[in-house]
Each structure stands twice: as C-alpha cells, then as structure tokens.
C-alpha cells in the first residue's frame, strides 16, 4: 500500500488539475489546472521506470566500486525519461502559447472570465 | 449542467484512484523491460553485448532513446516547438516602423 | 523602476553582465556534453533561454530587443530545425533509412566508448542533433520570452 503512494500522488495531481479546468471561469486558473495535469502526467512516466535503489542511466561517471555485470538491475528505465523530456518542453510550448491567447482575451474583452468571452451574448 | 460536470468528474476521479491503487508495486519494473536500450556486460569476452552504448555509441542512454531510437517523436516536438512559437509570433505581430 | 524606464539598477545590471556569457557558456557545455553527461539539447537550450531571459529582467526588454531583434532568433531557431532535418535526410542517403545514425563506428565521430571511458567525439550524429535541437529551444524560448515581455509592456500604457 504504502509503496504504491507515488501512483496515489499522481491520482491527486491529476484530480486537482481536472477539478481546476472543469470547475474555474478564469483563463489563467485554468492554464494553471492544465499545468497540474500535466505534471500529474509527468510525473507518472518517472514513477514508471523507477527502480529501487537505481541509478541514472549514464555510463559516464558511474558510482566507484559499480561492476559491470550488475548494471542491467541497477538501473533506471531510460525509455520514459526520454517521454518526460519531449513532454517538458512541448508543454513550456503550449503554455506561452496559451498564455499569449489569454493575454489577447484580455485586451479584447476586458475580462478574463470564461462565461463572459462570448462575442453573441452582449 | 454543472451537476453533471460534477458526477463525471467524481467518476473519472474514482476510475484514477482504483486504476492506481491496482497498479503494480512502485520501485519494481518487470525486469526484461528496456534491457536492450541499457545492455548487457558479457565477462568472457570483457565488453557490452548490446544496449545504447554498442548500437549509437552514446554513454547517456536517455540521448540515445531521444534522438536514435525514437528520433521521429523528436523530430514532431521540434515541429509543435516551431508550431507554438509561430503561434505566439503570429498573436503579437505588430507593424513594421 | 528607476528614472531609466524598466531597467533595473546598475548593481543587478553589472551583475546580469557578467553572468549573462557565463550562462551562455554553461548552457554550450550541456548542450556538447548530452551524449556523456545528464543534459542534452533541451535542458541546455532552457539554461540559454534563461540566460536571455536575465538580460530582459536587469535591462528593460526595450533594450534587449534593440540588442537582438527577434527575428534574429527566430532565423537562429529556423537554423536549428533546417540542420536536424538536414542531418536526418543524410542517414537517408548515406545509410539505410531517414534518422540512421550513420556516423557511428566511424573513426573521427563515431568511437564506441569503453567502460568507464568517456570520449568527446563519441555518439556519431547525436552530438550534432543535440546542437540543432538546442539552436532550437534558445531562440524558441527566448524569442517567445521576449515577446511576451515586450507585449506586456505595451499593453500598461
């Protein structure tokens, strides 16, 4: 049970960020609700691969006193680290990028509340 | 509408939670998996048989998953980056003095 | 904010000066090493980005973009996509498929390190693709922040 808290974590990040966008008017509340979920996301990929007591796959610099017959059980799956890290940066991507839109909402509509940026309700 | 909201919610939140407290015990990846990316030291002949380090001559094995084995993801990221910032360029665009 | 308009003062300025080639340095150094050391193209291209980012925070982003037009970066950030697809289309023709890592075993790029060595000319084409993807993030991060600040102080007035 108390091994699986990571996964639980990831549960409570992701519900938090759910309950953020689904529940929020403002804009910037809801960019924040999708940055929460996509660490929740993140987040999950590491808790995947990890090992207990592993190391960083890296050849370089290994711990002194390493053998290399007992690397393969020492170390962390590198496959999700590689999901988290083009995850990262596309996420940094949207996030200006849907920043930049709420900026725009802003000088348009005066108002950053999602239930008034309608163009048909005024 | 809002009462609906909240019942879904409540279900996906539950459906997250039990999918979690069902998962596999943390810290303990079925072994086998990605023990091609890291390799495998063979003591006879005193060198790695496969792995990262052999097939793209790289000692960090993440830089080799990201831009050897699964450089095609790398290469749709590049495009969302360039997408993204095209976006951002485009909503401030201002004349020309 | 002084009588200089939004620049900060001549302590956080000198200070943002000195450490503004450090950081590109460092941000270089990852970049080179991502095939040897924890880092690569993005991690490396983040540091340049905030690297620029230091100089827009101490010197008014006015200034940093009379320093470094945007379209600059946009051109750098261009640069580092044209070479990635470049180098790919390469193991197309040099080797079997789009993406080979056709350098690799070869002697002046491609050595395949020992255990517990770690050469600098190792890794064939990732160290040429790590470049590329980190002339991407710095002008894509920098320009979007950039933007972004430049946009920021437009609309207070």
Do not use: C
């Not at chain 1, 596309?90 to 990028?97: D, F």
């Not at chain 2, 809002?2 to 939670?17: E, P």
């Not at chain 2, 063979?42 to 993440?62: D, L, M, Q, R």
């Amino acid at each position: 049970m108390i091994y699986n808290l990571p996964f639980l974590t990831v549960v409570a990040l992701i519900a938090i960020g759910m309950y953020a966008m689904l529940f929020k008017k403002n804009l910037i509340k809801i960019a924040i609700g999708l940055t929460i979920v996509e660490s929740g996301v993140n987040l999950f990929l590491i808790t995947l691969g990890y090992r207990e007591g592993g190391i960083a796959p890296i050849f370089t610099n290994l711990p002194p006193g390493m053998s290399p017959e007992e690397i393969p059980e020492k170390m962390v799956l590198p496959v999700p680290q590689a999901l988290t890290l083009t995850s990262i940066v596309i996420g940094v991507a949207v996030l200006a990028l849907i920043l930049s839109l709420a900026i725009r909402i802003y000088r348009h509509y005066g108002t950053l509340n999602a239930e008034e940026v309608r163009r048909l309700k005024e | 509408m809002k009462k609906a909201t909240a019942i879904a919610f409540i279900i996906f939140s539950l459906f997250l939670f039990f999918s979690a407290y069902e998962m596999r015990s943390f810290g303990n990846p079925p072994s086998e998996m990605d023990d091609r990316i890291i390799g495998k030291y063979n003591s006879t002949a005193n060198k790695w048989e496969y792995g990262a380090v052999n097939e793209t001559g790289a000692n960090n094995a993440v830089t080799s998953v990201v831009f050897d084995y699964r450089g095609y993801d790398t290469l749709g990221e590049a495009t969302v980056l360039f997408t993204a910032i095209a976006g951002v360029m485009m909503l401030f665009r201002r004349e020309k003095k | 904010m002084n009588e200089n308009g939004d620049r900060m003062s001549i302590i956080v300025q000198t200070i943002a000066s000195i450490l503004f080639p450090l950081a590109l340095i460092f941000s270089f150094y990852v970049i080179m090493h991502g095939h040897l050391t924890p880092g690569g193209g993005f991690q490396g291209g983040a540091i340049g980005a905030s690297a620029v980012a230091l100089l827009i925070v101490a010197f008014g982003a006015k200034y940093v973009e009379g320093k470094m037009e945007e379209e600059n970066l946009s051109i750098f950030e261009s640069l580092g996509g044209l070479v990635f697809v470049i180098v790919s289309i390469l193991g197309f023709f040099l080797a079997a498929t789009f993406l080979t890592n056709f350098l690799v075993g070869e002697p002046l790029f491609g050595i395949i390190p020992a255990w517990g060595e770690a050469p600098l000319n190792s890794g064939g084409v990732l160290p040429i693709l790590n470049l590329a993807v980190g002339m991407k993030v710095i002008g894509g991060l920098a320009s979007v922040v950039l933007i972004l600040a430049i946009a920021s102080k437009e609309g207070e007035k």
